[in-house]
């Protein structure tokens, strides 16, 4: 820290989006433009801000360090957009800015979960009170109540045993997945414990290949009322491996969430008008979930003095967090014509404006960002469809094909509101490589980024 630095600033900055929503490629190219700052391509903060000593921590204790090299050399070498190695990371990094005079910053990057989320009705719940949610939600949704059939026969069936209910549950999760529905819970199911998500595969066999709790031998799934008898030992059994569940997944998980001072909320747009009506209405509720449990925002008085008063006078280690800044966040920019950028962002505003505008002491923003800039907008005259230039990622047949030449693609036009209906594949958007500059000192284009960054570290 420079002599006339006095204290250091600590900005705990948590970003969630469900998988394949663009986390991992977000923090890589944060992490580039902060560690390689260029104030022309990344303007931070007041204008001209220079970022210096930029210096690279360990993450805390319990915490895996996010392999930003790895990531970086994985979009670059294979061209591939980076996938989870853990569950959970974080990336720690301390430097001087220009427009903080007399602080520097400590800069916790957590990439938390966001399947995760759907656990979150455990929280504050017991067994009983998860399992009628849960059968609520499967018995009332017609999606829901096709994709699970087999385990809602199950339950009904006299005698039934633990091994057949496991095995109809887990068949249930597995269709729920391949009918891209994100309310997979237990999480563990989507993405184990080590970073691992479900892969593509028949449902059968997906339904073999993964568990339903903290691993193979303390798996549970909901039960209803007449199964829920206290004392009988398969309702005992569940109740103590949910429970335990519970204390290892869920609280660490929500713990790391409501120890961030600030949060980015990654909502794939793209996916969800690519997904259906029925998506969006999930992707929304964990939303809506993520918010009733975290609570962010703060006492509109003491909490903005406390906070104030722990800046000046309390070491950073000391300090407590609470979340009182919030950034959606609608990832993949670069996949919409230039068009179609400010309904982008309407529609974002749209879904989840409500979240943040019911909670006292909190700041929220949107932003639509493209964190690696892959494709080229192409002129787009009256009644002509909005195209781009890429390289494309798959064939005609949906098969992964080796980097080519760039190609022309067609993009949806996105509508000015939400429809009221819409069928999964009626929006399509290009899947292409990713454009990351092979000079690591050099980080890639990028749309809003800078912008996002300048909100969240405050």
């Keep these: 820290?420079?002599?006339?630095?006095?204290?250091?600033?600590?900005?705990?900055?948590?970003?969630?989006?469900?998988?394949?929503?663009?986390?991992?490629?977000?923090?890589?190219?944060?992490?580039?433009?902060?560690?390689?700052?260029?104030?022309?391509?990344?303007?931070?903060?007041?204008?001209?801000?220079?970022?210096?000593?930029?210096?690279?921590?360990?993450?805390?204790?319990?915490?895996?360090?996010?392999?930003?090299?790895?990531?970086?050399?994985?979009?670059?070498?294979?061209?591939?957009?980076?996938?989870?190695?853990?569950?959970?990371?974080?990336?720690?990094?301390?430097?001087?800015?220009?427009?903080?005079?007399?602080?520097?910053?400590?800069?916790?990057?957590?990439?938390?979960?966001?399947?995760?989320?759907?656990?979150?009705?455990?929280?504050?719940?017991?067994?009983?009170?998860?399992?009628?949610?849960?059968?609520?939600?499967?018995?009332?949704?017609?999606?829901?109540?096709?994709?699970?059939?087999?385990?809602?026969?199950?339950?009904?069936?006299?005698?039934?045993?633990?091994g057949e209910l496991l095995s109809t549950y887990r068949l249930a999760l597995a269709n729920l997945i391949l009918s891209y529905k994100p309310l997979i819970t237990p999480s563990t199911f989507l993405l184990d414990l080590k970073g691992q998500p479900a892969r593509p595969a028949a449902p059968a066999e997906l339904a073999a290949a993964r568990h339903c709790g903290l691993d193979e031998a303390n798996q549970f799934c909901p039960l209803p009322a007449d199964l829920r008898a206290p004392g009988t030992p398969l309702f005992d059994t569940f109740v103590g491996r949910y429970n335990q569940y519970v204390e290892q997944v869920v609280v660490p998980t929500v713990a790391a969430f409501r120890s961030c001072t600030a949060l980015v909320v990654l909502v794939d747009v793209t996916m969800l008008l690519a997904g259906g009506v029925g998506m969006y209405d999930d992707n929304r509720q964990i939303v809506r979930d993520l918010f009733d449990v975290l609570a962010p925002g703060e006492n509109t008085f003491f909490g903005p003095l406390a906070r104030g008063l722990g800046k000046v006078f309390l070491p950073h280690q000391w300090r407590p967090g609470w979340i009182t800044r919030v950034a959606f966040c609608a990832p993949k920019l670069d996949l919409v014509h230039p068009n179609d950028r400010d309904r982008m962002l309407l529609l974002m505003r749209r879904m989840v404006e409500r979240f943040a505008g019911d909670r006292d002491g909190l700041r929220y923003e949107f932003f639509n960002v493209s964190s690696v800039v892959s494709t080229k907008a192409l002129p787009?005259?009256?009644?002509?469809?909005?195209?781009?230039?890429?390289?494309?990622?798959?064939?005609?047949?949906?098969?992964?094909?080796?980097?080519g030449a760039e190609q022309r693609f067609t993009a949806s036009e996105l509508p000015d509101d939400w429809p009221l209906e819409w069928a999964a594949g009626r929006y399509a958007f290009p899947e292409v490589y990713p454009r990351m500059p092979a000079r690591k000192d050099y980080p890639p284009d990028q749309v809003n980024l800078d912008k996002l960054a300048t909100f969240v570290i405050e």
Excluded at 137 to 144: H, I, R, S
Excluded at 389 to 399: E, I, K, Q, S, V
């Design 1 to 162: 820290m420079g002599i006339l630095r006095l204290k250091t600033t600590e900005a705990r900055v948590g970003v969630v989006g469900l998988y394949s929503s663009g986390k991992t490629v977000l923090l890589t190219s944060l992490i580039n433009h902060l560690q390689d700052h260029d104030p022309d391509r990344f303007p931070l903060g007041r204008p001209g801000t220079q970022l210096r000593r930029f210096t690279v921590h360990g993450p805390d204790r319990g915490w895996a360090a996010f392999n930003y090299t790895g990531h970086r050399d994985a979009l670059v070498n294979a061209g591939l957009w980076p996938r989870k190695t853990t569950d959970r990371a974080q990336f720690v990094c301390q430097f001087e800015r220009s427009d903080w005079r007399f602080s520097d910053c400590l800069l916790k990057l957590y990439d938390l979960p966001g399947e995760r989320v759907a656990d979150a009705a455990m929280l504050g719940r017991d067994f009983t009170g998860w399992s009628e949610r849960v059968l609520n939600q499967f018995v009332n949704d017609t999606a829901y109540r096709t994709c699970c059939a087999p385990f809602l026969e199950a339950v009904k069936k006299p005698g039934v045993t633990e």
């Design 380 to 403: 787009a005259g009256a009644g002509e469809p909005r195209a781009l230039l890429g390289t494309p990622l798959r064939g005609a047949d949906g098969r992964k094909v080796p980097p």
